[in-house]
C-alpha cells in the first residue's frame, strides 16, 4: 500500500506542548468506508540538532554540521526551497507522515548546467515530546527528472549496519540527516538531464516508524513516540517543487488514491503549511569555475578563481584548497623614500610606518623608479620636460615615460575644431582639416555644442550678421545674405531651424540691426 500519512481534516498547527488534535472531515453516506482526511502538523523549537553526516558507502563524515559549499569541489551550487536554519531554529513536524511515504524534492536548473554531480543531500527530522527513545529506518531516493515520472538514479536504505538508522533520544528533538558521496568513490551520483526537463529531484521515505500499529489512514502514527520529516515555519514558497508520495487512502486521500503529487495538487486540508525543509549540493561538470585560497599582497586570504585570484595581484594555492587551511603571509613591494630618493622592499604596512611610499603589489626596486619624471606632450602639440605622471594629466598632456626628454620625443600634431562649409564639424590636425576644405579653429577647441541650438560652438562666426566675415556689420553683409537666401544655402537658414524662408530674413535683419 503506498501512502497518505500527510493529512487531517482541520488545519491544527500546535505548539510544542499542546498535545495532538485529529479532525475528521464528515463523509457522504454513500462511502462511509472511505478513510477521512487528515493532516497533523506540530510546530517545536530546538536549540541545537544533532547531525549525521554518512556517505552513501557507510563512511561516517560527521556528527556536526558541515555546510555545503565550495569544500566539495568548484562550481558548486545548493539548491533548496526552504529558508529554514540547518542548524536549529523552529520547525513543523508533519506528524501525520506514516510509513512508506515519501517527501521529495526537486529543483529546475538550465541545459547547459548539466551533467550534474549530486554532493550532498540534507533533510530536517524532529521528535515533539517523545516518552521513548525512537528508532527511524529510512531510505534516500535520486532521481534523473521530477520524482513523479523522473528516472529513478540512486536509492539508499537504512540497516543499521551501513547506513545507520535515525536514533534520537526522549523528548523534543532534531537531526540534520546528510547524505553525501565519497569524492573518490567511483559510483557517483551524476544526472544528465536525459528526460529533457531541466529538473533534478531528491527524496526521503520512512520505510519503518518506531512505532505505527494502526492503519495510519484512520490513525495517524503516534507523535509522542515518532519521528517525523518537517517543514519550515515561513510559510510555503514552492508548491510545485514540494513533492508528496502518499498512501492510497481512496479517493478521499491525500492525495487522492494516493501516489506521487506536489503541494499544488493537495487539497488545502491536506497541503502543509511551509516548505520541506532540505537542500541538495551539486556540482556542474560543465562547469570550469574552480575556486581555491587566493592569497593577496596584503597577506589576507580570499577563495576565488585561480583568473580573478591572478587579476587581484595574489598567489592563487590550488583547486579546491581554502583560507581556513592556508596560512598566508603579506608581500613585500618597492617602498620609497621622498627624502632620499632611495627605495626599499618592504611589507606595504613596514612602508606606510616608516614613512615611505609603497609602490604597488607586484613592484621591487631591482626594476622600480622612485619619483620617476618625464616628458609629457600637450594639446596644443608642445613637450614639456620634468613632469610626474600625476603633472601631466593636470595639464591634459600625454606623459611619454620615466626619465624621457622633449629632446627625444616626437609629439603628435595637436588636434582642434574643423569647420565644414555647411557647418559640420570634426576634430582633425590642422593638416587634415585644410586636405578636407574646413576651417580649422585653433589647437584644443572642439565640437561640443554648449548653447544648445544645434550647431558646434567652434563652427559659429563670433559676429552672425557679419556674413562675409570682414569685420564689419553694412550693407555688403545684406546683400550676400539676401544672395545666399535666393539660391537656398543652407548658411541662409539664420534661425537654425531647417528651412530656409522669410522668417530668416526677419531674424538676419533684426541681428544686423542691432551690430556687434
Given amino acids: 500500500m503506498e501512502g497518505c500519512g500527510m493529512r487531517c481534516c482541520a488545519l491544527a498547527v500546535l505548539a510544542i506542548t499542546a498535545s495532538l488534535v485529529y479532525g475528521q472531515t464528515a463523509r457522504p453516506s454513500a462511502a462511509p468506508a472511505d478513510p477521512p482526511s487528515r493532516r497533523v502538523e506540530q510546530r517545536v523549537e530546538i536549540d541545537s540538532l544533532f547531525f549525521m553526516h554518512i556517505e552513501t558507502d557507510g563512511d561516517w563524515v560527521s556528527d556536526v554540521d558541515i555546510p555545503p559549499g565550495p569544500q566539495y569541489r568548484g562550481c558548486t551550487v545548493t539548491s533548496s526551497h526552504t529558508d529554514a536554519n540547518f542548524s ?3 520547525f513543523v513536524l508533519q506528524a501525520g507522515f506514516a510509513e512508506q511515504e515519501i517527501a521529495a524534492a526537486s529543483y529546475t536548473l538550465t541545459p547547459d548546467q548539466f551533467p550534474v554531480r549530486v554532493e550532498l543531500m540534507e533533510m530536517i527530522f524532529a521528535t515533539s515530546q517523545a516518552i521513548e527513545s525512537t528508532t527511524t529506518e529510512w531510505s534516500i531516493l535520486v532521481w534523473d527528472g521530477p520524482p513523479n515520472s523522473g528516472a529513478p538514479v540512486a536509492e539508499y536504505s ?12 526522549p523528548g523534543t528533538n532534531g537531526i540534520n540527516v546528510q547524505v553525501s558521496v565519497d569524492p573518490n568513490d567511483p559510483n557517483q551520483i551524476i544526472l544528465t538531464n536525459a528526460g529533457g526537463t531541466n529538473i533534478i529531484s531528491f527524496g526521503y521515505r520512512i520505510d519503518k516508524h518506531n512505532f505505527q500499529i494502526k492503519d495510519p489512514c484512520f490513525v495517524p502514527p503516534p507523535s509522542n513516540r515518532n519521528a517525523f520529516p518537517t517543514t519550515d515555519v515561513s ?3 514552492s508548491s510545485t517543487g514540494n513533492w508528496l508520495k502518499g498512501l492510497d487512502c481512496g479517493p478521499f486521500g491525500c492525495p487522492p488514491n494516493g501516489g506521487w503529487t506536489n503541494f499544488a495538487g493537495l487539497n488545502q486540508a491536506c497541503r502543509p503549511s511551509g516548505d520541506w525543509v532540505m537542500r ?7 562547469c570550469n569555475g574552480a575556486t581555491g585560497a587566493c592569497c593577496l599582497q596584503d597577506g589576507t586570504c580570499v577563495e576565488s578563481t585561480e583568473e580573478d585570484c591572478t587579476a587581484a595581484g595574489g598567489v592563487y594555492q590550488g583547486d579546491d584548497t581554502n583560507c581556513a587551511d592556508t596560512q598566508c603571509v603579506e608581500l613585500t613591494e618597492a617602498c620609497c623614500f621622498e627624502s632620499t630618493g632611495g627605495c626599499l622592499d618592504l611589507r606595504p604596512s613596514d612602508c606606510t610606518s616608516a614613512g615611505g611610499l609603497p609602490g604597488g603589489a607586484g613592484t621591487e626596486c631591482a626594476t622600480f623608479t622612485c619619483f620617476a619624471t618625464g616628458a609629457a606632450c600637450l594639446p596644443d602639440g608642445t613637450c614639456v620636460d620634468d613632469v610626474t605622471p600625476e603633472e601631466a594629466a593636470a595639464l591634459g598632456g600625454i606623459y611619454m615615460g620615466d626619465g624621457t626628454v622633449c629632446g627625444d620625443v616626437i609629439c603628435p600634431d595637436p588636434v582642434g575644431a574643423a569647420c565644414f562649409p555647411n557647418g559640420f564639424c570634426l576634430v582633425l590636425t590642422e593638416a587634415e582639416a585644410i586636405a578636407a576644405g574646413a576651417t580649422w579653429m585653433g589647437a584644443g577647441t572642439n565640437c561640443d555644442d554648449n548653447n544648445g541650438n544645434g550647431d558646434p560652438d567652434a563652427c559659429e562666426p563670433a559676429c552672425p550678421p557679419d556674413i562675409n566675415e570682414d569685420g564689419l556689420v553694412d550693407t555688403r553683409d545684406v546683400v550676400l545674405f539676401l544672395n545666399l537666401w535666393t539660391v537656398e544655402d543652407p548658411r541662409a537658414d539664420f534661425d537654425d531651424n531647417g528651412v530656409i524662408d522669410t522668417r530668416d530674413v526677419i531674424v538676419f535683419l533684426s541681428a544686423w540691426a542691432a551690430g556687434c
Fill in 158 to 169: 537504512s540497516d543499521g549496519v551501513i547506513l545507520p538508522h535515525i536514533e534520537l533520544p
Fill in 280 to 286: 541538495m549540493t551539486w556540482t556542474s561538470l560543465n
Fill in 88 to 90: 536549529g531554529g523552529s
Fill in 235 to 237: 510559510g510555503l514558497q
